[in-house]
């Protein structure tokens, strides 16, 4: 019996095309077959913006013929002979066609940028938390900027003559003597230059055609500034390490 009374009720429903004068848009609807005009009128005066006490309702068939005008509130579109597929157009003197289409009769709200950029709940917000887009260039270069700050405070205690010990990860400490402080044309940042004590470098002073300062091949080396600590050390045997230049 249930299926016998959905079977009823999805027959008495029919699709119909909408148009209004409203509006240069259609659109398809399904409607109770038993619903009368005046309740219909309701239902298409928010489904076309024309209101209900100034419309009218023409009929067409299938092939888009003018059948009928649905003039009678109380009557039902089955008595009207209403069937699928058919167009039932709105009809509003007061509206003008495109009415609520015209964009710029729409007042717009416009926020400023620096309200935008206080609001949490943005795309702009949403970028800035996840590092995206320009956000992302920007953390590294942020990230940039402090690495080279850290880079340059850690050389502050270092000057050429002073006695260190070089401390890379993977490698036992190895000592010499800082022969150079500062920024380089093989590697950006600041680099520090070290004349070892015994033969663990990897250069003579010169790297890429270009001389940093004088010592004896495989006595060279250059490190960033954080891997050297000053102070006096003795010699001692020391491996060689790949995080040297």
């Known amino acids: ?3 016998v009374a959905m079977a009823l009720l999805e027959s008495d429903l029919i699709s ?4 209004s004068s409203a509006t240069s848009f259609a659109s398809e609807r399904r409607f109770d077959s038993g619903i009368v005009v005046a309740e219909l009128k309701g239902k298409l005066e928010l489904l076309t913006g024309a209101t209900a006490g ?3 309702l023409e009929l067409y068939d299938k092939e888009d013929k003018l059948l009928t005008k649905l003039q009678d509130d109380e009557k039902t579109l089955r008595s009207y002979g209403v069937g699928d597929g058919m167009r039932i157009h709105v009809l509003d003197p007061t509206r003008k066609t495109g009415e609520f289409e015209d964009l710029s009769k729409v007042e ?12 949490g709940d943005s795309v702009r917000a949403f970028k800035q938390r996840m590092k995206l887009g320009r956000f992302a260039a920007a953390e590294s270069e942020v990230s940039k900027m402090e690495a080279e700050r850290a880079e340059s405070e850690a050389a502050e205690g270092l000057s050429v003559g002073l006695r260190c010990e070089v401390r890379l990860a993977g490698s036992g400490a190895r000592r010499g003597t800082v022969a150079f402080v500062g920024k380089t044309d093989f590697k950006p ?4 230059g070290v004349r070892y004590d015994e033969p663990v470098g990897k250069n003579n002073g010169s790297v890429g055609g270009k001389r940093y300062f004088e ?3 495989k006595y060279g080396g250059f490190v960033k500034p954080n891997f050297v600590v000053v102070g006096d050390f003795p ?3 020391i491996n060689i390490s790949d995080d040297e230049i």
Do not use: F
């Open 108 to 119: 717009k709200y416009e926020m400023s940028d620096e309200a935008y950029a206080k609001r």
């Open 215 to 217: 010592c004896e091949p």
């Open 54 to 56: 100034h419309m009218s």
């Open 189 to 192: 940042g600041m680099w520090v």
């Open 235 to 237: 010699e001692e045997d």
């Open 1 to 3: 019996r249930h299926c």
């Open 16 to 19: 119909l095309r909408i148009t």
